[in-house]
């Protein structure tokens, strides 16, 4: 792909920008507060469909497919337009959009794509089944069990944390089918139906009263084997398509949402209850906003490596590693920051992340990205490894 021009990309900026002027509705925090989940499920589908039609959900798919072929600093404007305007997330539709499409386009044969990509763009809901019990850091450990028996292949086994799983017509789902020769070479990749008989779903509440993720049983249920992606055995190289589809675009808008957030840390601040007057807290918000900022720097060299082709896996766990720690700084400040009335969960923005509308559900999902994506201690391990050069046996035990 060439390199954009950049009038091109300050005129994309302008269409994005006048484009949700008129399609945004600025109080769909207020209509979504305390919202039903299928209330949220409905607001979600419709936004989905606006922006599929507008071509911004889907930047970073091929050319050839609607909204598809746009550069990495195309997509990267998109992203920071939605942040500017607090745009909802589509979090009903990432995994379709991103993990499912992506993997789907490099790995599909042309019947799969055909199937499945026009039905993303009309919404079919995808979850990821990869994490087990036993095998999350570890994820070559996985146990599920696939046999072939004709042109099927009957699986058993379990799945947790699938973010969506409740909701999703379809599953990217990690199997084992060899168990002979080195973990990573006995794994494949299926494309689940999941109201395949045998399929038992079982949301998982978290702290915040929110059902994110879910576990997901198998029992003896039938996958076609035309539902296989890649070759028998190989989905261990699938399964990396899969984990690297979003190339740095997520952590960029989410650094952008926390950078237009600190008005509202700094309002609340402003308040009348004195806590602006505290030296302290202004010491602690200064601090916070040039994290922010550098966290905003490195996000920049990390799009600039991805662009021209020379990314670090190390610049990325830096990156994740950077996000998670000013995020829970952030909420943390915040929460101190809003007194006693905030230290109780309320009814939910059901968005994600520091978007909840309610400080306390923002400081407790600010966990998740010590863990979700590869954990703290994982990306300190490849830090260790790859940039200080430890031998890895010295990096923490695995
Ligand atoms: C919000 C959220 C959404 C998620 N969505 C999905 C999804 O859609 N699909 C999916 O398949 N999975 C999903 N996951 C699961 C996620 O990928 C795993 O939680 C993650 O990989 C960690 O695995 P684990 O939970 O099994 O913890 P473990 O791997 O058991 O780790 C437990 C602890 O040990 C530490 N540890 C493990 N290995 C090492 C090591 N080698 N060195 C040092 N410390 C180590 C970890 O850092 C952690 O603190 C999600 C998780 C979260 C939090």
Known sequence: ???????????????????????LDPGWRTRMTGATT????????????????????????QAGWPGGGRSLAEQRVIAEEMARADAPRLMLYFVSLYHAALTLMEWGSEAQKARHLPAILQGEVWCQGFSEPNAGSDLASLRTRAERHGSVYRVNGQKIW??????????????????????????????????????????????????????????DVEVPVSNRLGAENEGWRVAQTTLTSERGITILELSERLHHARRRLAALLAGDDGRGG?????????????????????????????????????????????????????????????????????????????????????????????????????????????????????????
């Open 1 to 23: 792909m060439s390199a954009p021009d950049p009038s091109a990309v300050d005129a994309l900026r302008r269409d994005v920008r006048g484009w949700l002027e008129r399609a």
């Open 278 to 398: 505290d030296d302290q807290y202004r010491r602690e918000l200064v601090q916070v906003c040039a994290r922010i900022e550098a966290l905003r720097g490195l996000v920049a060299e990390l799009m600039a490596e991805i662009e021209s082709g020379q990314a670090s896996i190390a610049k990325a766990a830096f990156v994740k590693l950077f996000y998670a720690r000013v995020l829970r700084e952030f909420t943390d400040l915040a929460l101190r920051a809003a007194g006693p009335d905030a230290q109780r969960l309320a009814p939910l923005v059901l968005a994600g992340g520091h978007e909840t509308g309610n400080w306390m559900a923002d400081y407790m999902n600010s966990f998740v990205w010590s863990i979700a994506g590869g954990s703290n201690e994982i990306q300190r391990n490849i830090i260790a490894e790859r940039v200080l050069g430890m031998p890895r046996d010295a990096a923490v035990a695995r």
């Open 38 to 61: 299928a209330e949220f499920v409905a607001f979600q589908r419709e936004w989905m469909h606006s922006l599929v039609a507008a071509g911004y959900a889907t930047p970073h798919w």
């Open 162 to 219: 699938s973010t969506l799983a409740h909701h999703a017509d379809y599953c990217l789902l990690l199997v084992r089918t060899d168990t002979s020769g080195p973990k990573q070479a006995g794994i494949s990749f299926l494309l689940m139906d999941m109201r395949s008989k045998g399929v038992t779903v079982r949301p998982i509440r978290q702290i915040t009263g929110d059902e994110e993720f879910g576990e997901i049983f198998l029992d």
